[in-house]
């Protein structure tokens, strides 16, 4: 039987990240049989120069594929939010129904990598004032790195329903959904995505990654081709086009892909040269 990785990929805003992740997937798909891979984050602050690490979902099912972090975070100034935090303790004191207090020390926190009290943070937030897009995507950023990726896609859902929509709600929320094995409403939510951001080489590998997901290969292939004509130097996305040739009966071109994933740095399965 014909072998499929399906893969995704680091953030292209920062342009890092030629490893491609992997999740163990033994559901099989139109012939398809997936290989064992590895999991990574879907959550992250806005803007950053480095690589999420890995969470995994206590929630999610066998049978998944992850999605690494579509965008990227700012790497934080450690020593000026730690000091900055006390400075909000006493105005929390001070003004105990300020919700916009216990966001921004949420945010703090969160910054530090201490997503447990920044969601108790957020969580107050929002309790003090519901309809607070913003305070929605923080927690729901936050929840996805404690691996409580069913939360975070529903704190996505309500930010994206208090307006206004976006693409990094709707590719966060895409990535979400293929953690919880949601092929078909990821694929839905990267084409609401793509309609804002036309051209993201990000939402096209989403894209990709789920209609491979549901055996939908020359869709998935011809978004890889639209990648790759954008960014020639993906080495992921070679590597998820190797194996969709593979799956479709291209075995030269699916040779090709995996010398090139493999020319740039991506690591290459064993079982996948076999």
Known sequence: MKKLLLVSVASLVCGAGNSAAFAEDSAKVSGVEKVPTKETAIGSSKESSKVPTPVKDAN????????EEPLASVVPDNAAIEKKIPLLDELIAREPKDEKLY???GECYAKLGKDDKAVEDYSKSISMNPNFQETYRLRGLSLA?????????????QALKLGPVTYELYVRRAAGKGLLGEHQAAIDDATEALKLKPNSVEGLVVLANHEAALGKLKDALANLNKVLEMDMKKGDA?????????????IKASEE??????????KVPETTTK
């Open 60 to 67: 999610a099912k066998p049978g998944m594929i992850i999605e």
């Open 103 to 105: 966001a921004e020390r």
């Open 145 to 157: 790195k404690l691996n409580r990726v069913s939360e975070a896609v529903a704190d996505y859902s």
């Open 238 to 250: 070679y590597l998820l086009r190797g194996f969709v040739n593979k799956s479709l009966g291209n």
């Open 257 to 266: 892909d995996l010398k090139m994933a493999a020319d740039l740095g991506v």
